[in-house]
């Protein structure tokens, strides 16, 4: 994190606690723009804003401010009633593991710190997202003559995508990677002695620090057998355990 994100998140934050007034419980920073991964011009500062009152009221009055917003760079805001998330871990148990991991709270209590999340609905979350994103990334491929240059960004997030399934991969196998994504792909690597270049490519690419290879398509196929990899390792690994 430079002082820059951290200036401009809270220049934010003092923004929206000024509108959501006395209905706001917290306002919670989490996500790229904490960590090594953010890339300006690409990645966008999180917010989590928690309330009092009905969400969909602070909604409203949110809502006639989020174009200026959202030319600063600031993502669509998770907007939670505190009942609700207190509530959520048992579903959302993997997106609030991550949540805690890295977060700063620019205004309000630490409502994260005091969620509990139990590690048989991580494990369940995680199958599930893992064995949908390797479906999903077989059914675009099967499009991927029609997707254009539409396809890079489907490629890059793809990757990203299974790098946050896989720091919990490592989290629950008592290997935890707090780092960057690419030290979330190379710890992978050497815990369950996987190779993963495709992956590991689209990292570097997504860093501005390598190029398109011109064959898009073996690309597409090498991340294809990885992502199976991937699965294969996590559902021997770790999902077939029960708490």
């Not at 939670?80 to 991991?101: H, K, N, W």
């Not at 700063?104 to 710190?113: F, N, P, S």
């Not at 992978?188 to 689209?202: G, I, Q, T």
Request: aromatic content about 6%.
């Amino acid at each position: 994190m430079n002082a820059s994100q951290a200036g401009r998140a809270a220049q934010l934050a003092r923004e929206v606690q000024e509108v959501v007034g006395a209905d706001l419980v917290s306002i919670v920073w989490y996500g790229s723009g904490l960590r090594a991964d953010f890339v300006e011009g690409v990645s966008d500062l999180n917010f989590m804003v928690v309330v009092r009152g009905a969400a969909a009221d602070v909604l409203e009055r949110l809502r006639s401010h989020w174009p200026r917003w959202q030319r600063r760079g600031l993502a669509v805001p998770l907007v939670v009633e505190r009942q609700f998330l207190e509530r959520a871990a048992d579903v959302f148990p993997m997106e609030l593991a991550d949540i805690r991991a890295c977060h700063q709270v620019l205004a309000g209590e630490d409502v994260v710190a005091q969620i509990e999340i139990h590690p048989a609905h991580l494990r369940r979350q995680l199958e599930f997202e893992l064995r949908s994103k390797y479906l999903k990334l077989g059914s675009l491929y099967l499009q991927s003559r029609s997707l254009g240059r539409a396809l890079d960004g489907i490629l890059l997030e793809a990757a990203k995508s299974f790098c946050l399934l896989m720091r919990h991969v490592l989290a629950l196998a008592n290997a935890p990677v707090a780092g960057t994504l690419a030290e979330v792909a190379e710890g992978f690597e050497r815990v369950f002695a996987k190779n993963l270049p495709a992956l590991r490519r689209l990292l570097a690419i997504r860093r501005r620090e390598a190029q398109w290879p011109k064959d898009r398509d073996a690309l597409f196929r090498a991340l294809l057998a990885e992502a199976s990899a991937i699965v294969d390792v996590a559902d021997r690994s770790i999902l077939t355990h029960h708490d």
